[in-house]
């Protein structure tokens, strides 16, 4: 596609629930990356993939989050169990190959639980 | 260390002024980008500009211009004439090649009043 388009753009989910966050890259960028920006703060890394393959996961704040690539393209991020703290907006970002190309972002998740 | 700084929160001017955003830097690499983007109210990220540490040259595109500095580690960025669009959270970042992901700092929240 022209951008990156995540869906939904705003999601309200009780306390407990698990949510899927999707994330669908420009066409050809093989990496694909995803941010979290709680109300005022800045942008926290969660994870990489390049490819179908997430080399750095590190930023993953607990074993409730997994996220997923499939065909080089779509990802997925899941949270199971969700927690009132997991209210942030998550971006998700594109770019061509490598980083230091420049990340392209989406508009956003904006997931609030209640 | 691989640091972004910008030790501005949050400015305000009054429309017309001019107004620096100011960036410092942090990296063991020798071989690095720096970016600026423009988060406004609507959320989503726009890319700014891309330097690379080769390049020191200064830039301007438009009202927008961008001062490199590798002696002080800083890339600071320029508003000249503000205007009311111009309102929104810039957040300045690194990328250095060791690393495949982006390093931001915490974001400078700019209001433009009128």
């Known amino acids: 596609g022209a951008g990156v388009s995540q869906s939904p753009s705003n999601k309200v989910t009780e306390k407990g629930k698990d949510v899927e966050l999707r994330c669908d890259p420009i066409s050809g960028h093989t990496a694909l990356y995803w941010y979290r920006q709680s109300l005022g703060q800045g942008l926290e890394f969660l994870i990489y993939f390049q490819g179908n393959s997430a080399p750095d996961k590190s930023g993953l704040p607990s074993d409730r989050f997994s996220a997923e690539r499939t065909g080089g393209s779509v990802s997925t991020l899941t949270i199971q169990r969700t927690q009132q703290e997991d209210s942030a907006v998550y971006l998700c970002a594109s770019s061509l190959v490598r980083v230091n190309y420049g990340y392209t972002f989406g508009s956003g998740t904006r997931l609030t639980v209640v | 260390a691989q640091k972004v700084t910008q030790a501005q929160t949050e400015i305000s001017v009054v429309e017309k002024e001019d107004v620096t955003l100011d960036c410092v830097y942090e990296t063991r690499d020798t071989t690095y980008y720096l970016f600026w983007y423009k988060q406004p109210p609507s959320g989503e990220l726009v890319f700014l500009i891309r330097?690379?540490?080769?390049?020191?040259q200064n830039e301007i595109s438009g009202r927008y211009s961008w001062n490199f500095q590798k002696s002080t580690s800083s890339f600071n960025f320029t508003i000249t004439a503000s205007q009311v669009v111009d309102s929104a959270v810039y957040f300045c970042?690194?990328?250095?090649?060791?690393?495949?992901?982006?390093?931001f700092g915490p974001g400078t929240s700019l209001s433009v009043i009128p």
């Open positions: 330097r690379n540490s080769f390049d020191e």
């Open positions: 970042a690194l990328i250095p090649t060791s690393y495949d992901k982006v390093i």
